[in-house]
């Protein structure tokens, strides 16, 4: 038997006051859409062409955005921000994988490479167990023992 303003499971109905409440809990979000976060990422690659001769960095993005690494993590998780995500991220690597053919010091790169776009240092060794039988042609006879002058 279901109560006043609630379904069979005991929840709140569509459109009662107290549903509409849940339905609004929490903060809004810092960015409402995919597309207000991929146009705040452009914004911010602008600023960098222009102010830092170019040079991105994750976390000037996210300091840029207003994110900090666990909203990044908590974006991620809505599917509707994943392929805007994962495209920004395909731009901050390809910019990683350049700077590892200029001039100079590479350690950040192969860094964030490797932590950021699972990039791997591997070298892969095949052993092969194989027996091998050889045939020398005439077996050859032990040396005899010397003989005891007596």
């Known amino acids: 038997m279901s109560q006043e303003g609630r379904d069979e499971k005991g929840k709140f109905a569509l459109k009662n006051l107290y549903h509409l409440l849940a339905e609004r809990a929490g903060r809004p979000l810092k960015m409402p ?4 976060l991929a146009a705040k990422s ?3 690659f602008e600023w960098s062409d222009a102010m830092d001769k170019g040079k ?12 900090s ?9 809505r599917p509707e921000f994943v392929d805007t995500m994962n495209h920004i991220e395909s731009v901050l690597e390809d910019f ?16 964030w490479l490797k932590n950021k776009a699972g990039w791997k240092d591997e070298s892969t060794q095949t052993n092969i167990n194989q027996t091998v039988a050889v045939d020398f042609g005439n077996t050859i006879q032990p040396p005899s023992e010397p003989k005891e002058n007596t």
């Open 96 to 111: 990683f994988e350049k700077k590892l053919q200029w001039a100079g010091s590479t350690q950040g790169a192969i860094f």
């Open 56 to 67: 991105y960095t994750f976390a000037g993005l996210r300091m840029y955005i207003g994110f």
């Open 33 to 36: 859409s995919p597309q207000e």
């Open 69 to 77: 690494r666990e909203n990044w993590r908590e974006y991620r998780q």
């Open 42 to 44: 452009v914004e911010y």
